[in-house]
């Protein structure tokens, strides 16, 4: 009996999404990895909020509301009613959604009964669709837009042009994310982002590396090693990394020190773990590395 037993007990399959890794393990990357997002800007709140569990904390609508407040500058709590009444839980979400959908974030698979009732998928994707709007997208316009207004009173014969940080002119697809050629570097690969916000950021990330002999090819795999984190952090500020002891050192001790000094010197908050560089999840790595964006004036001028 117990041979039969046996031979009916399978062990559950492991489900991989489309960078190959285990659907539960990147979930729970991006949970911890928003939660610590959302909270940056929740603590600035008078008295400060705090999400301790993404998926229920936000059931109700109250917190949602009050993020947007934040990254907005809009009042909507206003219009919040509590209740444990769920018509009038659905309510208070509808009027974030409809908020977000006035700013044109997108919100396909993502309706106010999913978000009530916790669904993982459902809320994970609102709040990587916040994070890519509001801090990816306003922040590079708000870069581009510096450099704009700074580059206008230079000599273009001596400063390089707004449109190194901007997509090529033309065709959208067309836009090159790789660095520029180096020596015994392949051809460049066909565009991997679709989405334009994130192309800009890679690129600028490029910029910012790929002079200290860095390349960054994604926000993925180019990032394991810790050297892309630390690269950034010395195009921010050269004397807050030396980048030759860094060479010979372990990958998890480079991702350690890099996220000390961004913390403790550029006020960067460690959104990640350590080990979540071993195999990354690229929506975790942008949001974080987005937040280095705050010091792009340091960079740039």
């Not at 917190?63 to 219009?79: D, H, I, P, V």
């Not at 460690?270 to 690229?282: A, H, I, K, R, V």
Request: glycine content about 4%.
């Amino acid at each position: 009996m117990q041979d039969l037993l046996d031979l009916q007990i399978k062990p559950a399959k492991t489900i991989n999404d489309h960078n190959g890794q285990p659907q539960d393990r990147r979930k729970a990357m991006q949970k911890r990895t928003f939660t610590r997002w959302m909270n940056v800007f929740l603590q600035r709140r008078d008295p400060p909020l705090k999400v301790c569990d993404l998926f229920t904390d936000i059931q109700d609508g109250r917190m949602l509301m009050a993020l947007l407040e934040e990254l907005s500058g809009c009042k909507l709590l206003y219009r919040f009613r509590s209740s444990s009444h769920r018509i009038f839980i659905l309510n208070n979400i509808s009027k974030a959604l409809a908020f977000l959908d006035d700013r044109h974030v997108k919100l396909v698979g993502i309706d106010a009964s999913g978000i009530a009732d916790g669904i993982p998928s459902v809320i994970l994707n609102l709040v990587w669709n916040i994070i890519l709007h509001f801090q990816v997208k306003e922040v590079m316009g708000g870069l581009r837009r510096h450099l704009s207004s700074s580059l206008s009173s230079l000599s273009l014969s001596t400063y390089p042009s707004t449109s190194d940080l901007s997509p090529q002119t033309g065709d959208s697809d067309s836009y090159t994310c790789n660095t520029l050629p180096r020596k015994g570097k392949k051809a460049a690969k066909e565009p991997k982002y679709h989405s334009k916000a994130i192309k800009t950021l890679l690129h600028w990330v490029q910029r910012c590396t790929s002079k200290y002999g860095v390349d960054v090819d994604d926000f993925g795999a180019s990032w394991s090693s810790g050297l892309a984190f630390l690269a950034l952090i010395k195009s921010i500020n050269p004397e807050l990394v030396d980048l030759r002891e860094s060479w010979s050192k372990e990958p998890t001790e480079n991702i350690q020190h890099a996220f000390m000094v961004a913390h403790q010197c550029l006020d960067v908050p460690p959104l990640l773990e350590p080990e979540d560089c071993n195999s990354p999840d690229e929506q975790s790595i942008i949001t974080y590395v987005s937040m280095f964006l705050g010091c792009h004036s340091v960079i740039d001028e």
